[in-house]
């Protein structure tokens, strides 16, 4: 079994942000997310300085950070960074484990690596 089956579409859809909001300066990321909806709700708690890195924007593509001292927000906004290194895990995993048994099915010569 490979690492977060079952936990991955939960990630992926629950960090989309597609429930709009008001309220938002212009170079804000647009709308926000139930699993940042949820974290926000469930962590009410809050450290005392702001040394919690929140990210936005798509992992990988336009991510930018700002530091917080909210606990709820941190996790929140986390939860699709998540997903990303879990599905690069998983991926990885796969990869090692398909070189590794093609090269006990071939020749010598015809190995990978």
């Known amino acids: 079994m490979v690492a ?7 990630h992926g ?5 597609y429930i709009t909001v008001r309220g938002k300066f212009n170079k804000a990321t647009k709308g ?3 699993a940042s909806i949820v974290a926000r709700k469930s962590l009410p708690y809050e450290i005392k300085y702001r040394i919690l890195p ?3 924007g798509i992992p990988l ?3 930018k950070y700002i530091l917080t001292k909210k606990i709820g927000v941190f996790v929140g906004r986390s939860v699709p960074y998540v997903g990303v290194a879990i599905t690069f ?7 090692y484990h398909t070189v ?5 099915l071939v ?3 015809d190995r990978i690596f």
Do not use: L
């Not at 977060?4 to 939960?10: F, I, L, V």
């Not at 859809?13 to 942000?17: F, V, W």
């Open 89 to 95: 895990y998983d991926v990885s995993k796969i990869v």
């Open 13 to 17: 859809s629950a960090g989309r942000n």
């Open 100 to 104: 590794q048994k093609y090269n006990r």
């Open 4 to 10: 977060g089956d079952g936990t991955r579409p939960m």
């Open 32 to 34: 926000t997310s139930v």
């Open 107 to 109: 020749k010598s010569e």
């Open 61 to 63: 593509i336009n991510c």
């Open 54 to 56: 929140a990210f936005t």
